[in-house]
């Protein structure tokens, strides 16, 4: 048993996020905001598994600071809920693989709907890159278990991605904070952010 325990998964999680920084294609990231920004449909957020999760977050955060952000399911979106995607859409898949077979089904249904796809991922030579017209590739070096296999570093690494877009969108919409309130009245949040308002 290492002696030190679960501070040195945390330095595992912390050190591929730094190193996923470190390659970061810059240019492709700032054509991302501006795309996601200048969008003038819907912006849908997908992902299998824990990526999912990692999909449904991101759909939360870009929705409070007022971007017209939806989470759709890969599975049960070709068996009918595909109607809700239209042409100057956008779709943000999110694959470390980028090639799960329920995933590479529905980007292969969603390319005639005519949006723009844009994969996340970390795997330069994935599958959903065939339907994709832009991609950033996150390059997640190892997962932090023992085993290399369970996502923990992947999913950090892409969460905190799409938070950190969430925050340029956010600053260069120079979103406000009584904005930010009608987005978010509820919780601890918009209590206390209520209260400095008023």
């Not at 779709?91 to 980028?98: C, D, F, Q, R, Y």
């Not at 795997?123 to 959903?128: F, L, V």
């Not at 065939?130 to 190892?142: A, G, P, Q």
């Not at 932090?144 to 996502?151: E, G, K």
């Given at each position: 048993?290492?002696?030190?325990?679960?501070?040195?998964?945390?330095?595992?999680?912390?050190?591929?996020?730094?190193?996923?920084?470190?390659?970061?294609?810059?240019?492709?990231?700032?054509?991302?905001?501006?795309?996601?920004?200048?969008?003038?449909?819907?912006?849908?957020?997908?992902?299998?598994?824990?990526?999912?999760h990692?999909?449904?977050?991101?759909?939360?955060?870009?929705?409070?600071?007022?971007?017209?952000?939806?989470?759709?399911?890969?599975?049960?979106?070709?068996?009918?809920?595909?109607?809700?995607?239209?042409?100057?859409?956008?779709?943000?898949?999110?694959?470390?693989?980028?090639?799960?077979?329920?995933?590479?089904?529905?980007?292969?249904?969603v390319?005639?709907?005519?949006?723009?796809?844009?994969?996340?991922?970390s795997?330069?030579?994935?599958?959903?890159l065939?339907?994709?017209?832009?991609?950033?590739?996150?390059?997640?070096?190892?997962e932090?278990?023992?085993?290399?296999?369970?996502?923990t570093?992947?999913?950090?690494?892409?969460?905190?991605?799409?938070?950190?877009?969430?925050?340029e969108?956010?600053?260069?919409?120079?979103?406000?904070?009584?904005?930010?309130?009608?987005?978010?009245?509820?919780?601890?949040?918009?209590?206390?952010?209520?209260?400095?308002?008023?």
């Open positions: 048993m290492s002696k030190l325990g679960p501070y040195a998964y945390y330095r595992t999680h912390i050190d591929v996020i730094q190193e996923s920084l470190q390659s970061l294609d810059l240019s492709k990231v700032d054509e991302f905001v501006d795309l996601l920004l200048n969008c003038k449909g819907k912006i849908f957020f997908t992902g299998i598994g824990k990526n999912g990692v999909a449904a977050k991101a759909t939360s955060t870009f929705s409070s600071i007022g971007l017209p952000c939806f989470f759709i399911n890969p599975v049960d979106s070709v068996h009918g809920d595909m109607g809700v995607i239209n042409k100057g859409d956008i779709l943000v898949a999110i694959s470390k693989s980028g090639n799960t077979e329920e995933l590479i089904h529905f980007l292969k249904h390319e005639h709907k005519d949006c723009k796809i844009v994969s996340i991922h795997n330069r030579n994935n599958k959903s065939e339907y994709s017209s832009m991609d950033i590739d996150l390059k997640v070096r190892m932090a278990d023992h085993l290399n296999i369970v996502p570093c992947s999913i950090a690494v892409f969460t905190v991605f799409l938070q950190s877009v969430a925050c969108i956010s600053q260069r919409k120079e979103l406000t904070l009584e904005q930010f309130v009608k987005n978010h009245p509820g919780g601890s949040i918009g209590k206390v952010l209520d209260e400095e308002i008023l």
